[in-house]
């Protein structure tokens, strides 16, 4: 695609459920990256892909979070037991790495909220 | 730790010039980011500098690169309307499992006309 396409762009669901969000990065980039941010708060790193293994999983708050890459591209990133402090965009990004040059581009996120 | 710094709020008149400051973590870092955020949009690259370089001009962008204080800004010159957003400021941190991108919290660019 042109873009990182992200799904769903918005998603309501009720504390206790599991949820699933969906990254589509662009063709060829082997770098995919997901962050959270809050209302007011930045950007913090949950996770990072270089192709299908994860490197550092360091940012992801806590096991209810988990994250898979397949085929080196689709990401999905699934929260269990969801908790109304779970709200907040989640913004995936890839990248063409060149050397230590990363230039990521972002989708447009998924609003998630927890009631 | 891993910490990128910046202020978080910038009002500025139109037509003056922006200086958004940021401290970074790795002296180790190769290339430093500025990102911008339009309100529900992700975020896009604005510019980028290696850090064997002091200073980067783009248009009404000047980026500025203190490597002994790990200090960068972004200034923007002749600051418009359209300029108001939220800017990042990212660098690259390795370690054992490759490398990974780090953001600031963002510093909300306000330009009142």
């Known amino acids: 695609g042109a873009g990182v396409s992200q799904s769903p762009s918005n998603k309501v669901t009720e504390k206790g459920k599991d949820v699933e969000l969906r990254c589509d990065p662009i063709s060829g980039h082997t770098a995919l990256y997901w962050y959270r941010q809050s209302l007011g708060q930045g950007l913090e790193f949950l996770i990072y892909?270089?192709?299908?293994?994860?490197?550092?999983k360091s940012g992801l708050p806590s096991d209810r979070f988990s994250a898979e890459r397949t085929g080196g591209s689709v990401s999905t990133l699934t929260i269990q037991r969801t908790q109304q402090e779970d709200s907040a965009v989640y913004l995936c990004?890839?990248?063409?790495?060149?050397?230590?040059?990363?230039?990521?581009?972002f989708g447009s996120g998924t609003q998630l909220s927890v009631l | 730790g891993e910490d990128v710094e910046q202020s978080l709020f910038l009002s500025v008149r139109e037509g003056d010039s922006s200086v958004i400051n940021c401290t970074y973590t790795?002296?180790?870092?190769?290339?430093l980011y500025w990102y911008k955020q339009e309100p529900g949009a992700g975020l896009q690259l604005l510019t980028y500098i290696f850090s064997n370089m002091d200073m980067k001009q783009d248009q009404r962008l000047t980026v500025l690169l203190n490597k002994k204080d790990k200090h960068l800004s972004l200034r923007i010159a002749d600051t418009q309307t359209g300029d108001s957003a939220i800017y990042f400021c990212a660098e690259t941190l390795g370690n054992t499992g490759g490398f990974k991108t780090i953001f600031g919290a963002g510093t909300r660019l306000f330009v009142k006309a």
């Open positions: 892909f270089q192709g299908n293994s994860a490197p550092d």
């Open positions: 790795d002296s180790s870092s190769t290339y």
């Open positions: 990004a890839s990248s063409d790495r060149i050397g230590t040059n990363e230039k990521l581009f």
